[in-house]
Protein backbone atom coordinates (compact mmCIF):
# COMPACT_ATOMS: atom_id res chain seq x y z
CA UNK A 1 0.00 0.00 0.00
CA UNK A 2 1.08 3.01 -0.48
CA UNK A 3 1.14 6.11 1.85
CA UNK A 4 1.68 9.94 0.81
CA UNK A 5 2.68 12.30 4.49
CA UNK A 6 2.52 16.02 4.64
CA UNK A 7 4.02 16.75 8.09
CA UNK A 8 3.13 20.69 8.30
CA UNK A 9 -0.72 20.98 8.97
CA UNK A 10 -0.17 24.94 8.07
CA UNK A 11 2.30 27.25 6.80
CA UNK A 12 2.43 31.28 6.22
CA UNK A 13 4.58 33.10 3.64
CA UNK A 14 4.40 36.75 3.17
CA UNK A 15 3.64 38.09 0.00
CA UNK A 16 6.11 38.33 -2.87
CA UNK A 17 8.74 35.48 -0.78
CA UNK A 18 9.02 32.10 -1.15
CA UNK A 19 7.90 29.02 0.54
CA UNK A 20 8.60 25.47 0.22
CA UNK A 21 5.73 22.47 1.57
CA UNK A 22 7.31 19.13 1.56
CA UNK A 23 6.08 15.94 1.04
CA UNK A 24 7.42 12.44 1.24
CA UNK A 25 5.67 9.45 0.29
CA UNK A 26 5.80 5.24 0.83
CA UNK A 27 6.10 2.88 -2.25
CA UNK A 28 7.07 -0.11 -4.05
CA UNK A 29 6.27 0.44 -7.36
CA UNK A 30 8.81 1.71 -9.37
CA UNK A 31 6.58 3.77 -12.09
CA UNK A 32 4.59 6.32 -10.83
CA UNK A 33 3.01 9.77 -11.00
CA UNK A 34 3.41 12.75 -8.31
CA UNK A 35 0.69 15.44 -8.00
CA UNK A 36 0.39 18.91 -6.03
CA UNK A 37 -3.26 19.90 -5.89
CA UNK A 38 -4.77 23.56 -4.65
CA UNK A 39 -7.85 23.74 -3.04
CA UNK A 40 -8.90 27.20 -2.41
CA UNK A 41 -11.15 27.96 -0.27
CA UNK A 42 -14.37 26.71 -3.48
CA UNK A 43 -12.78 23.70 -2.65
CA UNK A 44 -12.50 23.23 -6.29
CA UNK A 45 -9.16 20.91 -6.80
CA UNK A 46 -7.10 22.16 -8.69
CA UNK A 47 -3.97 20.52 -10.29
CA UNK A 48 -0.29 22.68 -9.66
CA UNK A 49 2.17 19.91 -11.33
CA UNK A 50 2.75 16.72 -11.89
CA UNK A 51 5.91 14.41 -11.96
CA UNK A 52 6.38 11.41 -13.68
CA UNK A 53 8.17 9.15 -11.45
CA UNK A 54 11.02 8.18 -14.17
CA UNK A 55 11.78 11.29 -15.29
CA UNK A 56 14.76 13.15 -13.01
CA UNK A 57 14.24 16.57 -14.66
CA UNK A 58 12.21 18.18 -11.39
CA UNK A 59 8.95 19.63 -12.99
CA UNK A 60 8.26 23.47 -13.20
CA UNK A 61 4.83 25.21 -13.78
CA UNK A 62 5.64 29.25 -13.20
CA UNK A 63 6.19 29.80 -10.05
CA UNK A 64 6.05 26.47 -9.27
CA UNK A 65 8.56 23.88 -8.70
CA UNK A 66 9.41 20.39 -7.12
CA UNK A 67 11.99 19.02 -5.72
CA UNK A 68 12.13 15.35 -6.47
CA UNK A 69 13.98 13.03 -4.32
CA UNK A 70 13.33 9.91 -5.83
CA UNK A 71 15.90 7.77 -3.73
CA UNK A 72 14.53 9.63 -0.33
CA UNK A 73 11.04 9.41 -1.68
CA UNK A 74 10.14 13.27 -0.97
CA UNK A 75 8.67 15.31 -3.29
CA UNK A 76 8.29 18.84 -2.15
CA UNK A 77 6.40 22.12 -3.89
CA UNK A 78 8.37 25.74 -3.87
CA UNK A 79 6.23 28.66 -4.52
CA UNK A 80 8.55 31.51 -5.36
CA UNK A 81 6.74 35.35 -5.31
CA UNK A 82 3.89 33.85 -3.47
CA UNK A 83 0.52 35.71 -4.04
CA UNK A 84 -2.24 36.30 -2.11
CA UNK A 85 -3.99 34.20 -4.58
CA UNK A 86 -2.04 31.42 -3.83
CA UNK A 87 -4.18 30.73 0.06
CA UNK A 88 -5.31 27.66 0.19
CA UNK A 89 -5.27 23.92 1.29
CA UNK A 90 -2.49 21.84 -1.04
CA UNK A 91 -2.51 18.35 -1.19
CA UNK A 92 0.05 16.03 -2.49
CA UNK A 93 -0.77 13.22 -3.93
CA UNK A 94 0.54 9.73 -5.61
CA UNK A 95 -0.85 7.53 -8.45
CA UNK A 96 0.72 4.37 -9.74
CA UNK A 97 1.33 4.35 -13.78
CA UNK A 98 0.97 0.89 -14.47
CA UNK A 99 -2.89 0.38 -14.73
CA UNK A 100 -5.82 3.14 -15.60
CA UNK A 101 -8.27 3.42 -12.42
CA UNK A 102 -5.48 3.25 -9.93
CA UNK A 103 -6.53 4.99 -6.88
CA UNK A 104 -4.79 8.40 -5.90
CA UNK A 105 -3.71 8.47 -3.13
CA UNK A 106 -3.60 12.12 -0.85
CA UNK A 107 -1.21 13.78 1.83
CA UNK A 108 -3.38 14.79 4.72
CA UNK A 109 -3.04 18.39 3.23
CA UNK A 110 -1.15 21.52 3.96
CA UNK A 111 -3.19 25.12 4.66
CA UNK A 112 -0.78 27.63 3.18
CA UNK A 113 -1.81 31.23 3.98
CA UNK A 114 -0.43 34.30 2.10
CA UNK A 115 -0.17 37.45 4.17
CA UNK A 116 -0.13 40.64 3.06
CA UNK B 1 -10.99 21.20 -22.34
CA UNK B 2 -12.07 18.55 -20.96
CA UNK B 3 -13.62 18.97 -17.56
CA UNK B 4 -16.16 16.97 -15.21
CA UNK B 5 -19.27 18.91 -14.24
CA UNK B 6 -21.32 17.76 -10.96
CA UNK B 7 -24.26 18.93 -9.80
CA UNK B 8 -25.67 20.10 -7.71
CA UNK B 9 -22.95 22.30 -6.24
CA UNK B 10 -24.99 22.44 -3.01
CA UNK B 11 -28.02 21.01 -1.69
CA UNK B 12 -29.88 21.33 1.98
CA UNK B 13 -32.41 18.65 2.70
CA UNK B 14 -34.55 17.03 5.54
CA UNK B 15 -33.49 14.12 7.50
CA UNK B 16 -34.75 11.09 5.57
CA UNK B 17 -35.01 12.07 1.55
CA UNK B 18 -32.46 10.80 -0.52
CA UNK B 19 -30.57 12.87 -2.58
CA UNK B 20 -28.72 12.10 -6.12
CA UNK B 21 -25.34 13.93 -7.05
CA UNK B 22 -24.43 13.77 -10.51
CA UNK B 23 -21.14 13.84 -12.60
CA UNK B 24 -20.07 14.57 -16.48
CA UNK B 25 -17.46 13.95 -18.08
CA UNK B 26 -17.30 16.70 -20.91
CA UNK B 27 -14.28 16.16 -23.80
CA UNK B 28 -13.07 13.30 -22.48
CA UNK B 29 -14.21 9.65 -21.79
CA UNK B 30 -14.82 8.44 -17.68
CA UNK B 31 -13.73 5.05 -17.74
CA UNK B 32 -13.41 5.36 -14.08
CA UNK B 33 -15.07 7.76 -11.29
CA UNK B 34 -13.93 7.60 -8.15
CA UNK B 35 -16.11 9.50 -5.49
CA UNK B 36 -14.46 11.21 -2.29
CA UNK B 37 -16.16 12.52 0.42
CA UNK B 38 -13.95 15.11 2.34
CA UNK B 39 -14.68 16.99 5.87
CA UNK B 40 -13.72 19.99 6.92
CA UNK B 41 -9.74 20.85 6.91
CA UNK B 42 -9.39 17.25 6.20
CA UNK B 43 -8.10 15.44 3.11
CA UNK B 44 -10.21 13.51 0.79
CA UNK B 45 -11.72 9.98 1.86
CA UNK B 46 -11.99 7.41 -1.10
CA UNK B 47 -15.62 5.96 -0.86
CA UNK B 48 -15.90 4.04 -3.53
CA UNK B 49 -14.56 3.65 -7.48
CA UNK B 50 -16.87 2.54 -10.30
CA UNK B 51 -16.14 1.42 -13.27
CA UNK B 52 -18.56 2.14 -16.28
CA UNK B 53 -20.85 -0.83 -16.71
CA UNK B 54 -19.60 -2.70 -13.73
CA UNK B 55 -20.71 -2.55 -10.02
CA UNK B 56 -18.99 -0.01 -7.49
CA UNK B 57 -16.23 -1.02 -5.58
CA UNK B 58 -16.74 0.57 -1.80
CA UNK B 59 -14.41 1.05 0.38
CA UNK B 60 -14.06 -0.02 3.91
CA UNK B 61 -16.91 1.36 6.10
CA UNK B 62 -18.69 2.52 3.64
CA UNK B 63 -22.35 1.01 3.74
CA UNK B 64 -23.10 0.56 -0.39
CA UNK B 65 -26.95 0.41 0.44
CA UNK B 66 -26.49 4.26 2.08
CA UNK B 67 -24.30 5.55 -0.99
CA UNK B 68 -25.56 4.16 -4.05
CA UNK B 69 -23.45 4.51 -7.19
CA UNK B 70 -23.98 4.46 -10.85
CA UNK B 71 -21.98 4.58 -13.60
CA UNK B 72 -24.35 3.62 -16.17
CA UNK B 73 -22.07 5.20 -19.27
CA UNK B 74 -18.70 6.29 -19.91
CA UNK B 75 -19.74 10.44 -19.37
CA UNK B 76 -22.17 9.96 -15.85
CA UNK B 77 -21.50 8.73 -12.69
CA UNK B 78 -24.33 8.96 -10.18
CA UNK B 79 -24.05 8.78 -6.60
CA UNK B 80 -27.29 8.83 -4.21
CA UNK B 81 -27.31 9.49 -0.68
CA UNK B 82 -30.00 7.24 0.58
CA UNK B 83 -32.06 8.15 3.89
CA UNK B 84 -29.73 11.18 4.70
CA UNK B 85 -28.81 11.80 8.47
CA UNK B 86 -27.08 14.67 9.71
CA UNK B 87 -24.05 13.19 10.05
CA UNK B 88 -24.05 12.65 5.98
CA UNK B 89 -23.61 16.04 5.74
CA UNK B 90 -20.37 16.68 4.04
CA UNK B 91 -18.80 17.63 0.60
CA UNK B 92 -18.25 15.19 -1.74
CA UNK B 93 -16.00 15.22 -4.76
CA UNK B 94 -16.38 12.86 -7.80
CA UNK B 95 -12.88 12.51 -10.16
CA UNK B 96 -12.92 11.27 -13.60
CA UNK B 97 -9.99 9.47 -14.72
CA UNK B 98 -10.27 7.88 -18.66
CA UNK B 99 -6.65 6.86 -19.94
CA UNK B 100 -3.98 9.37 -18.50
CA UNK B 101 -6.59 12.01 -18.16
CA UNK B 102 -8.03 12.58 -14.76
CA UNK B 103 -10.26 15.50 -13.85
CA UNK B 104 -12.08 16.50 -10.19
CA UNK B 105 -15.29 18.16 -10.29
CA UNK B 106 -16.15 21.00 -8.35
CA UNK B 107 -18.02 19.30 -5.61
CA UNK B 108 -21.24 19.16 -3.70
CA UNK B 109 -21.71 20.87 -0.34
CA UNK B 110 -24.85 18.40 1.28
CA UNK B 111 -26.39 19.45 4.62
CA UNK B 112 -29.07 17.12 6.09
CA UNK B 113 -31.42 18.94 8.47
Known amino acids: AQTVTQSQPEMSVQEAETVTLSCTYDTSENNYYLFWYKQPPSRQMILVIR??????QNATENRFSVNFQKAAKSFSLKISDSQLGDTAMYFC?????????????FGEGTQLTVNP | GAVVSQHPSWVICKSGTSVKIECRSL??????MFWYRQFPKQSLMLMAT?????????EQGVEKDKFLINHASLTLSTLTVTSAHPEDSSFYICRGQGGDEQFFGPGTRLTVL
Open chain 1, 51 to 56: QEAYKQ
Open chain 1, 93 to 105: AFIPSRTSGSRLT
Open chain 2, 50 to 58: SNEGSKATY
Open chain 2, 27 to 32: DFQATT
